[in-house]
């Protein structure tokens, strides 16, 4: 498929806003991703029974150190980086730029575990800043300007709700009153298995099914058909663990692909476990939250599909750019579909304790 390069690499890296080029309608716009890196194919790591061992604090010392020299060994650990980006050489400079900086995350990530596996200091914090993104770490102020402002907020907001801040050595810190808030909120009821299981599902599908209606096909008008039915929710507690407790409190996987018929599947299963009692409020947001990631997937699958996004649609890391985007969005997403006013995401999902 023959066709222009989008010219910024800030647009490039923009998923939003490559969307938004494309709901233009001018082709012109779309980007044009249509070759992957077919020299180049990330190696099945996680399925290797020795990647688990050598991560894990179990294992011998001496055991990890060897395991990780094979692994680089077998897998190349220590040159994947360099090998994404010659792969990607021969593309446009944008793709270069979004590819190459996801490689090198890649290439910290994977260093970093080899560090840890074999005893070894993981890279500085500085280092790995710039490593991702390209600049010098910034760091927070806590006596700066947006975080007294956005305390000053949190603060109004919580004396709305009536838990008072005043009178400092005998009042309550801002932490403290906002832990309390948030008991007070009382817990989601997770009593009747089947019924919370419903209604998670329920509304993981409505939110997605608005997310796509209200935010993605008015970016692009095609995307009002993407395969969302394919999200599953389910409740977990160590009752369905074989009697062991859960460790984790929520999480979603997206298991996208293909079927054995090649057909594309778009599949992910987000879960909840419910021995971890949680405000209700809490239950949806994060669900929502997850939703939105599980419908990124789909969007990134089905442009790939369409070749509309190369190689990029596969290969995210945790700490890449688009990782940011992705979260932003995400956190966002809930204004968004309602119409951008927190309000009306109250009003639209019940989240009725809502400090405000
Ligand atoms: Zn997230």
Known sequence: MEGPQVESPREFTDLHRTM????????????????????????????????????????????????????????GLDTIGERVKEAAGSFSEDRRAVIGREADTAQMMINGVLAMARGEAIPPYEERIRTVTGQEPVRIDPKGREVVEIRGLMRQLLERKGYSLKGNSRGKTLAQATMQWEHELGNADTSDFEAFQKDLQAGGWAYADLLKSEVLAKLDPSLAALPVDGLEYEAASKDTNNGKPINWDAFLAYTGGKNPDSSPRYSGKFRWNIDRPAPMADVKYITNHETTHAVQAVVQQWLRQQGRLGSEAAFTTMASERA???????????????????????????INHSLQ
């Open 324 to 350: 940011i985007l992705t979260e932003g969005l995400a956190q966002v997403a809930g204004e968004l579909v309602s119409g951008g006013k927190l309000e009306d995401v109250i009003a639209q999902f019940g």
């Open 20 to 75: 938004m080029y494309a709901a233009d309608g001018k082709s012109s716009d779309y980007v044009d991703a249509d070759t992957g890196i077919e020299e180049f194919g990330m190696p099945a790591l996680t399925e290797d029974p020795r990647f688990g061992l050598m991560v894990n604090d179990d294992t011998e010392a001496s055991t990890r150190q060897d395991l990780a020299d094979q692994l680089v060994r077998e897998y």
